[in-house]
């Protein structure tokens, strides 16, 4: 089972992933839990220069996708497939919905070649079950407190965030048996339960 977590800047995923990775693991699933970008030495050089260095303000939105689909490609290879080889369930904070919906919808590059570089990059590896955690961005951008909470892609204006979110409505609503809505607005442990909910309908056992 190969399970991805998406959601606009500041809708609590991770802390959400790491409470379903605890979980599983907790009932004796064996978990394999990675992140893109990153995952891997190399991934996480890539997301170095991605996220964190000044000249990345510079960056084509070309190459922003292609890099973050290098790093997936590693990725995949290295650890997501050879862990789904070995029966284990792979949770991944992101993947390539996030190309989608961030250099996709966000930066406005074709939908189509990004689609056919991130089949290239997976090698055809899709997930089972997406979470989705559906926080409007005037929400989720207001929780982020201090800029240094924020990233070089989350200090993007509001617009662009705004066509981040659409995106991912539109991809929904595309693929509506893999997605799994939630709205991330409530509390952490609500959104919690209604998570662990709809991985139970899933079938998921936890
Ligand atoms: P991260 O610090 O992991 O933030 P988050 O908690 O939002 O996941 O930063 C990852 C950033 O990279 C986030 O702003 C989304 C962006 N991103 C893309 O633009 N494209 C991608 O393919 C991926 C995987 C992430």
Known sequence: MFITF????GSGKTTQFQRVVAALQAVGVDVLATREPGGT????QVRDILLNRPEGAAMAPEAEALLF???RAQH?????RPALAAGRTVLCDRFYDSTL????????LDLTALRQITTFATGGLRPDITIYL???????LGRKQS??????????????????????????????????????????????????????????RL
């Open 76 to 80: 995949v290879r290295e650890v997501i």
């Open 101 to 108: 919906a961030y250099q996709g919808y966000g930066h406005g």
């Open 134 to 140: 559906d926080c409007p961005p005037e929400v989720g």
């Open 147 to 204: 800029q240094a909470e924020l990233n070089r892609l989350d200090r993007l204006a509001l617009d662009f965030h705004r066509r981040v979110y659409a995106g991912y409505q539109a991809m929904m609503q595309q693929e509506p048996e893999r997605w799994v809505a939630v709205d991330a607005t409530p509390g952490p442990d609500e959104v919690f339960a209604r998570i662990v909910a709809a991985l139970r309908l899933r079938g998921l």
């Open 6 to 9: 998406e959601g606009p800047e």
């Open 41 to 44: 030495l190399i991934g996480e």
């Open 69 to 71: 689909s290098a790093a």
